[in-house]
């Protein structure tokens, strides 16, 4: 038997505001799932970067020091700034050096890898993701 409801005659639909409510929560879980994800992802971005600002800071205190006539000059290496940006990226284990070199003598510049795993929505992707930061630094002295 139906009830009928007194002002306009009209079936209830008290029943469905469940429904709805119920619609609105699994929403609300999935912009919370994907903002997790969102977060994750600007994070482990921050850290490439921060391991690239590291490792070619590192890659442009590994100058060789020569003296001309009237003065001294540091001048870096392609192999010098890569032995010190592996050296550092090993000791922090955080990034993947792909590429260390210097573009003028003075600079050091400095790619590396990071593969971000989503925490919460794996299923979209599985294998990762693989972020790149790439840094330069110029060292201090000329």
């Known amino acids: 038997m139906r009830r009928m ?7 209830d639909d008290e029943g469905s505001v469940l429904l709805l409510a119920l619609g609105y929560a699994l929403v609300a879980i999935a912009l919370v799932l994907v ?6 992802l600007y994070l482990a971005q921050k850290r490439a970067d921060a391991a690239a600002d590291a490792a070619a800071l590192a890659g442009a205190d590994g100058f060789t020091l020569t003296v ?6 540091a001048r870096l290496t392609d192999a010098g700034v890569y032995d010190q940006a592996t050296e550092l990226l090993n000791a922090l284990g955080t990034a993947t ?5 210097t573009p003028d003598g003075v600079s050091a ?3 590396v890898e990071v593969t971000w795993h989503p925490p919460v929505l794996t299923i979209f992707v599985p294998d990762g993701w693989t972020l790149e930061a790439t840094a330069t630094s110029r060292t201090a002295l000329r």
């Open 97 to 101: 050096l792909v590429d260390a070199g």
């Open 5 to 11: 409801r007194a002002d306009k005659g009209s079936p």
């Open 35 to 40: 903002c997790i994800d969102a977060t994750s």
């Open 68 to 73: 001309d006539g009237g003065g001294a000059a």
């Open 109 to 111: 510049r400095v790619r």
